[in-house]
């Protein structure tokens, strides 16, 4: 390993991070960001990589939001291993890792936040109320907090990545939002923190999820009814194990508006509970 790659700083304070952007600045370098709730996997080091190839400085921060859970969701127990996601970050070169406290994020009397109605109401917005909220309000703070060039983001949460897109368009956010590809196992299965979860029979079931959108995506480029489709992809995939399905369903690939019959891009999005995990994955529709 490359000596200098093992320098990874950590900072949590929100003027200990732009003191760190402040210099890297002043030396004419350009910063990237890559927001992560942590317990890092191949995905979010792809996200890494793509910083590290398009800007000079990576940040990566480190928050598990606890404005993105819902009552009954996993905040408490969503894993937390903060020294070896450092290392494996200093192993790949990141150049600073900010992992600030509740306290740092939301003070005693914060009350803004910031929604996306619209694009963050559908999907995921539907069946997680709040969520976006949640998402908007700390990629914002993180992004007027860092005033990076570029950040990254994963397709792996699509309806994010688009929350977010247009989020920092409507704000005049100075930041190019990055879309990155979804890293997956050999079999499929698109990586997540929350695979974790699964018992070994749930794992066995999971890469259904991926196949199922693949066979709704090939449906609908062969000219089927977006609408059929996810209505069959769904019933397939409680055929093959998946106990709840909140949704398959076949979208406008940038305003995740119900398709109009137009030829503009689609995407497939899908998400379901294998026992009490729920797993959400997505793909592009070939048309
Ligand atoms: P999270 O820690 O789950 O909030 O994810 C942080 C970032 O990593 C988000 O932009 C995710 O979309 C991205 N990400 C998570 N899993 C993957 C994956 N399998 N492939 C690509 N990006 C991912």
Redesign the pocket.
């Known amino acids: 390993m490359d000596a200098g790659k093992t320098s990874l700083d950590i900072v949590r304070s929100v003027s200990d991070l732009r003191g760190k952007v402040r210099g890297w600045r002043a030396a004419g370098e350009t910063v990237g960001l890559v927001?992560?709730?942590?317990?890092l996997?191949d995905?979010?080091f792809?996200?890494v990589e793509a910083s590290l190839t398009g800007t000079d400085r990576t940040c990566v921060t480190l928050f598990v939001n606890p404005k993105q859970f819902g009552e009954g969701e996993d905040f408490e127990v969503y894993p937390r291993d903060e020294a070896t996601d450092a290392q494996a970050l200093a192993a790949r070169g990141a150049h600073l890792l900010f992992a600030p406290g509740v306290k740092d994020m939301y003070p005693e009397g914060f009350a803004s936040s910031v929604s996306v109605p619209g694009i963050g109401d559908v999907l995921e917005g539907e069946f997680r109320p709040g969520f976006f909220t949640g998402v908007a309000t700390v990629v914002t703070k993180l992004l007027l907090q860092a005033l990076p060039d570029k950040a990254?983001?994963?397709?792996?949460?699509y309806q994010?990545?688009c929350v977010i897109r247009r989020m920092t368009a409507d704000l005049d956010i100075p930041v190019e939002i990055v879309g990155?590809?979804?890293?997956?196992e050999s079999d499929g299965l698109?990586?997540?923190?929350r695979n974790a979860y699964l018992s070994a029979d749930e794992r066995e079931v999971a890469p259904a999820l991926h196949q199922v959108l693949q066979e709704t995506a090939s449906r609908v480029s062969g000219g089927a009814d977006p609408a059929a489709a996810g209505e069959d992809g769904a019933a397939a995939l409680r055929q093959r194990g998946f106990a709840k399905v909140d949704y398959i369903s076949v979208r406008d690939a940038e305003t995740l508006a119900v398709p109009d019959g137009s030829d503009r891009p689609l995407r497939v999005l899908g998400a379901a509970w294998l026992g009490r995990t729920r797993l959400i994955d997505n793909i592009a529709i070939d048309c």
Do not use: N
Request: proline share 7%; net charge neutral.
């Open positions: 927001p992560t709730m942590g317990a996997h995905g979010h792809s996200l990254y983001f994963g397709e792996k949460d994010q990545l990155c590809p979804i890293v997956r698109a990586l997540s923190s």
